[in-house]
Nanobody, 123 residues
Framework: QVQVVESGGGLVQAGGSLRLSCTAS????????MGWFRQAPGKEREWVAA????????TYADSVKGRFTISRDNAKNTLYLQMNSLRPEDTAMYYC????????????????WGQGTQVTVSS
């Protein structure tokens, strides 16, 4: 059974950095388009960043552009989200999504979701 697992969340002060990781059992992530999403309490889930399986297309939400970077380490079968210059409004549960279709990832209707990792940014 496929399991997608995020890690790396935690509590950080505003201006700090965190790096989230996403791994998967039974999936070779280099074959999949991937995305990061987040959901704050009382808000809808929102898209943060996405990359296609070839890493030729990488896109970011305006709210994180220039501060967050999505990347892969295929040898480790891991997707990352480097988050710099964190703000209190970045506080949310962060989720990883994998699908063979980049369009489905961007539309948040992909096949494989993780359970999330909590990021809390204090002011």
């Amino acid at each position: 059974q496929v399991q997608v697992v995020e890690s790396g969340g935690g509590l950080v002060q505003a201006g700090g950095s965190l790096r989230l990781s996403c791994t998967a059992s039974e999936l070779t992530l280099s074959d999949y388009s991937m995305g990061w999403f987040r959901q704050a309490p009382g808000k809808e889930r929102e898209w943060v960043a996405a990359t296609d399986y070839r890493n030729t297309t990488t896109t970011y939400a305006d709210s994180v552009k220039g501060r967050f970077t999505i990347s892969r380490d295929n040898a480790k079968n891991t997707l990352y989200l480097q988050m710099n210059s964190l703000r209190p409004e970045d506080t949310a549960m962060y989720y990883c999504l994998a699908d063979r279709s980049y369009i489905k990832v961007r539309a948040a209707v992909g096949a494989y979701w993780g359970q999330g990792t909590q990021v809390t940014v204090s002011s």
